[in-house]
């Protein structure tokens, strides 16, 4: 599986991005799709994730009511909408995708809030 990041960019506080996922390769048995963030001095941590089949979406209690994760079959994108964005959203996002204990991961894209 190869997982390609996009989307990042500038953003002043209050904005809005839409971060996007390509997954392409072997996609059989795939269980999960999750974005994971790393800010600056600051450990690897879970945004979202959904499952492959979209029936469960799940949300870190820090993005809960301002990001939506969702997949677009057609594109074969895992995407991130993020919205009322604050400097502390400001990192570098990263991808993945999950088969069985396999973990896949994208090569990240950064994301900067304004204050």
């Known amino acids: 599986v190869q997982l390609q990041a996009s989307g990042g960019g500038l953003v002043q506080t209050g904005g809005s991005l839409r971060l996007a996922c390509e997954v392409s390769?072997?996609?059989?048995?795939?269980?999960?799709l999750a974005w994971f963030r790393q800010g600056p001095g600051k450990a690897r941590e879970y945004v979202s994730s959904?499952?492959?089949?979209?029936?469960?979406?799940y949300y870190s209690d820090s993005v809960k009511g301002r990001f939506i994760i969702s997949r677009d079959d057609a594109k074969n994108t895992l995407d991130l909408q993020m919205s009322s964005l604050t400097p502390e959203d400001t990192a570098i996002y990263y991808c993945?995708?999950?088969?069985?204990?396999?973990?896949?991961w994208g090569q990240g894209t950064q994301v900067t809030v304004s204050s």
């Open positions: 993945n995708v999950q088969r069985g204990n396999l973990l896949y």
């Open positions: 390769g072997r996609t059989d048995n795939l269980n999960a």
């Open positions: 959904i499952t492959w089949d979209g029936d469960g979406r």
